[in-house]
T-cell receptor, first 112, second 114 residues
Framework: QQQVKQSPQSLIVQKGGISIINCAYE??????FPWYQQFPGKGPALLIA?????SEKKEGRFTISFNKSAKQFSLHIMDSQPGDSATYFC???????????FGAGTQVVVTP | NAGVTQTPKFQVLKTGQSMTLQCAQD?????MSWYRQDPGMGLRLIHY???????DQGEVPNGYNVSRSTTEDFPLRLLSAAPSQTSVYFC?????????????FGAGSRLTVL
């Protein structure tokens, strides 16, 4: 049973468009919510992260929106580029040691 | 800086064989962990360690053993491989930080069990 539910499983967006990936969680003890980006044949790498006392965080074209009451958070990729084509994972930290629960992943394809 | 190094990158085993996936990091990270990645399942934690001599189970520990004799190394042992263990395995490490843990992942080890 996945503690972090991620949707959609895949999405195709045109260059210049907006990609939106959503995640929902149940455990209110989660205290840190990163997003990881993974290119084929590589390990995931941290993209952007947010703490639950903040409702939005923006880094360049990537924005996390966080809704603590709804226990949901989402990644928005603005002005999507072909180089953004990758698999994106949301995650939630279960304890301060660094144990994370990951979502199932979203494969994003940006067409030229 | 090499980061997290995993070997081998690819391995094919027969059912019942044993093997060890190696993981080494050169960042002096206290926390090390093993995940498996399967389609539609995301990354699932197998085992983790918060320092030399300390290990604990994650979500899917059955069929796997770990040990942590040094800060740098965290090998994952498959005792008797089964087809259900066909997967891509990732080792990840981080500093233990109550603020913001950043997991650094290796490039992965793709294992096929026939």
């Amino acid at each position: 049973q996945q503690q972090v539910k991620q949707s959609p499983q895949s999405l195709i967006v045109q260059k210049g468009g907006i990609s939106i990936i959503n995640c929902a969680y149940e455990n209110t003890a989660f205290d840190y919510f990163p997003w990881y980006q993974q290119f084929p044949g590589k390990g995931p790498a941290l993209l952007i992260a947010i703490r639950p006392d903040v409702s939005e965080k923006k880094e360049g074209r990537f924005t996390i929106s966080f809704n603590k009451s709804a226990k949901q958070f989402s990644l928005h990729i603005m002005d999507s580029q072909p180089g953004d084509s990758a698999t994106y994972f949301c995650a939630a930290r279960a304890d301060s040691w660094g144990k994370f629960q990951f979502g199932a992943g979203t494969q994003v394809v940006v067409t030229p | 800086n090499a980061g997290v190094t995993q070997t081998p990158k690819f391995q094919v085993l027969k059912t019942g064989q044993s093997m060890t996936l190696q993981c080494a990091q050169d960042m002096n990270h206290e926390y090390m962990s093993w995940y498996r990645q399967d389609p539609g399942m995301g990354l699932r934690l197998i085992h983790y360690s918060v320092g030399a001599g300390i290990t604990d189970q994650g979500e899917v520990p059955n069929g796997y053993n770990v040990s942590r004799s040094t800060t740098e190394d965290f090998p994952l042992r498959l005792l008797s491989a089964a087809p259900s263990q066909t997967s891509v395995y990732f080792c990840a490490s981080s500093r233990i930080n109550s603020g913001a843990n950043v997991l650094t992942f290796g490039a992965g080890s793709r294992l096929t069990v026939l």
